[in-house]
């Protein structure tokens, strides 16, 4: 059973910071990708960031410039640090790993943690 804990959310004000933190645990045998996925209230989910085992990382148009992805492959974790934070940035996160097991993908999901910018 794999298990993604979540942490770092909170309220903001503009033009803030906030880092994401996401740790994977249980039996995950070969990390494929780590990420972001964000969903306000009354949007669909939409991808913030990824990062491969290679360390290739994609982020979204919006975010391209402010957040940075990474992480810590000694503690299946990953990372999203959020710069200059705008109202529109508000959304719950949630962090996924995508993992294998011989020929069997699995992609797990965190309980997802809130982010709130607001003056």
């Known amino acids: 059973q794999v298990r993604l804990v979540e942490s770092g959310g909170g309220l903001v004000q503009p033009g803030g910071s906030l880092r994401l933190s996401c740790a994977a645990s249980?039996?995950?045998?070969?990390?494929?990708?780590m990420g972001w996925h964000r969903q306000a209230p009354g949007k669909e989910r939409e991808l913030v960031a990824t990062?491969?085992?290679?360390?290739?990382?994609n982020y979204q148009d919006s975010v391209k410039g402010r957040f940075t992805i990474s992480t810590d492959n000694a503690k299946n974790t990953v990372y999203l640090q959020m710069n200059s934070l705008k109202p529109e940035d508000t959304s719950v996160y949630y962090c996924?790993?995508?993992?294998?097991?011989?020929?069997?993908?699995?992609?797990?999901w965190g309980q997802g943690t809130q982010v709130t910018v607001s003056s």
């Open positions: 249980g039996n995950i045998y070969r990390i494929a990708t």
């Open positions: 996924y790993v995508h993992w294998q097991s011989g020929v069997i993908s699995h992609i797990d």
């Open positions: 990062i491969n085992s290679g360390g290739s990382t």
